[in-house]
C-alpha cells in the first residue's frame, strides 16, 4: 500500500506516548523523521529507526514529506505550519489550533493559499457514540434542539504536572475545546455568539482560569452551557477511574439526549415520547482514535473515501475565537473583582 509520509514536530510526553505510536501503526502513513529541539525527549523515543532532527527546518532539509503532525505546544503551531504548507505539505495539528484567533486564521489563509489540508486533531468526533448522537440529532429524533449543557472535569496540575504548561498556554479549556468543537460537530457547524464566562482559582499560579462557567448561543438560537475545570480533582490524590470524566445533556423539543450508566458502564441514552434508544461507551485510547483519525485523513486526500467527521481548519479556528473570547472575559472579571475587593479593603 502507498504510504503518506509524514513527520511528527514534538517529542513531548503526548507526542512520544501516543502521537509516535499511532503514525507508526496507521496503516496508510510511514513515520518517516522526528523534531524537537530537546535531545532529551529525542532521545526517549522509543523507536530506533526513526531518524531525529533538533528542528523542523532540519527536517524539512534532510527529508522528502508529504505533510506533517504537530504536537508541540500551542504558542508554536502557527510558525511550524506556515513553514510546512511553504513547502507544499498538508499539516495535521493538535488541539488547540493555535495561541490565538488571529494566529488560527493565519494558518488557515495559508493552508488555502498553498491548496494544501490543514486538519485539527478533534478525535473526539471519530468517536462511535458521538457520532451517533449527531445522526441522531440530524435526523430529528429529539426534534429541534435548544438546549446543549456539557461538564469536563480533568485532572489537576497536582495530579499531572505538565497540566501547569497547558494551564499556562490554553487554560482549561486545552482538553474542553473537545467539547466545545462537539456542539458544532452535533448540529452540523454553526457561529458561536452571545458569549459569557467566569473563571474561578483556588490557589494556582496561573494567569488563566483552571475552573470556568460558559454561557453561550449557538447561532443565536441554541443554548449552550459548559462547566470546564481542571480545579475539580485539586484535593484528590487517588480518583477512581470514572472520577474524570465529560457529562452531556442535548434537550430537543421532543426529547433528550444524556449520558450515564448502565450496569456500571458509561452509556449514552435518547429519551422522547415514543422511543428509548441506548448505547455503551467503548473506551479508547488516545493512540488508537489519533491513528484512525490520520487513517481517514489520507484516504480522504487520496480520494479513496471520503470521512465527514474530520474537523478542518475553520473548525479549529471557530472553537479558538470562542476559548480566546472566555479566556478575555475571565481574566478581565477576575482583575476587576480583584480591583474592587482592595479598594473596598482601603475604605
Not at 504536537?71 to 508554536?76: F, I, K, Q, V
Not at 488547540?96 to 484567533?101: E, G, Q, V
Not at 505538565?162 to 479549556?173: A, F, H, I, P, V
Not at 448561543?217 to 475539580?232: A, G, H, N, P, Q
Request: hydrophobic share 40%; net charge negative.
Amino acid at each position: 500500500m502507498k504510504k503518506f509520509r509524514i513527520g511528527l514536530v514534538g517529542a513531548g510526553t503526548h507526542g512520544r506516548g501516543a502521537v509516535a505510536p499511532a503514525l507508526s501503526s496507521a496503516l496508510r502513513c510511514e513515520l518517516v523523521a522526528v523534531a524537537d529541539p530537546s535531545a532529551e525527549s529525542l532521545a526517549q523515543l522509543a523507536m530506533p529507526a526513526i531518524r531525529r532532527y533538533r528542528s523542523l527546518h532540519q527536517m524539512l532539509e534532510n527529508e522528502e514529506l508529504d505533510g506533517i503532525y504537530i504536537a508541540t505546544l500551542a504558542s508554536s503551531h502557527c510558525e511550524l505550519a506556515l513553514q510546512a504548507f511553504a513547502r507544499g505539505l498538508h499539516v495535521v495539528c493538535e488541539k488547540p489550533l493555535a495561541a490565538s484567533a488571529d494566529e488560527a486564521e493565519r494558518m488557515v489563509m495559508a493552508a488555502e493559499s498553498a491548496g494544501r489540508e490543514l486538519l485539527v486533531m478533534f478525535e473526539n468526533r471519530s468517536k462511535p457514540h458521538y457520532q451517533k448522537i449527531r445522526e441522531w440529532i440530524a435526523t430529528g429524533a429529539i426534534g429541534q434542539v435548544e438546549a446543549i449543557h456539557l461538564q469536563s472535569f480533568g485532572k489537576h496540575p497536582s495530579q499531572q504536572p505538565r497540566r501547569t504548561n497547558l494551564l499556562n498556554e490554553s487554560g482549561c479549556l486545552d482538553c474542553g475545546i473537545h467539547m466545545l468543537d462537539l456542539v458544532r460537530f452535533w448540529m452540523g457547524g454553526g457561529e458561536w455568539d452571545e458569549i459569557h464566562a467566569l473563571g474561578a482559582w483556588f490557589g494556582e499560579k496561573t494567569r488563566l482560569a483552571p475552573h470556568l462557567g460558559i454561557l453561550a448561543r449557538l447561532d443565536r438560537k441554541i443554548m449552550v452551557t459548559f462547566e470546564d475545570s481542571f480545579s475539580y480533582g485539586r484535593l484528590v490524590s487517588k480518583t477512581p477511574w470514572n472520577f474524570n470524566r465529560s457529562t452531556l445533556a442535548i434537550i430537543g423539543t421532543h426529547g433528550v439526549i444524556v449520558d450515564g450508566y448502565a450496569a456500571d458502564q458509561p452509556c449514552f441514552q435518547l429519551v422522547s415520547d415514543d422511543r428509548m434508544e441506548t448505547g455503551l461507551i467503548i473506551p479508547s485510547s488516545h493512540r488508537h482514535e489519533i491513528g484512525v483519525v490520520v487513517d481517514d485523513f489520507v484516504a480522504t486526500l487520496w480520494g479513496e473515501d471520503e470521512s465527514r467527521y474530520l474537523a478542518t481548519g475553520r473548525d479549529g479556528l471557530a472553537a479558538q475565537q470562542i476559548v480566546d473570547e472566555v479566556h478575555r472575559q475571565s481574566v478581565a472579571k477576575r482583575t476587576l473583582h480583584s480591583s474592587e475587593h482592595i479598594h473596598a479593603l482601603t475604605l
